[in-house]
């Protein structure tokens, strides 16, 4: 299928689109770091957040010089095939049982979550 195969290669990448990289400040740096120790993130987690923050902000610099005065607003993302609106009508009925009914216990009216998972 020829869709299917042009979909597994990217024709562009979001690092295309960024001509210049900034480079975060002594300060920022610095910052970043204490966060990190704070947060006690291994030192290269802390050196790869330093280079993902550069990356973030030189491509939210790279988005915000695109000049987007002439353009509209889109309503949805797919507007060759545009999502009806419904009518809002206020329901009044009691819905609580069939709420509830989606929980594994329930003690007076309210859902009871379990003590505790512990995900590996």
Partial sequence: ???AKLLTKPLWSVSSLVSVR???SAT???L???LARGAMLPAATTENLHQDLERIISFTHAIQSVDTTTV????SLAESNPCPLR???ADQ???TASIL???????QSFFVAPKEQHFQ
């Fill in 87 to 89: 009518e809002d009508v």
């Fill in 28 to 30: 920022q740096h610095e």
């Fill in 22 to 24: 900034v480079s975060l």
């Fill in 72 to 75: 509209q607003p889109l309503l």
């Fill in 32 to 34: 970043v770091g204490r």
């Fill in 93 to 95: 009925s009691d819905h």
């Fill in 101 to 107: 009914g989606n929980s594994g216990e329930v003690i």
């Fill in 1 to 3: 299928n020829y869709m």
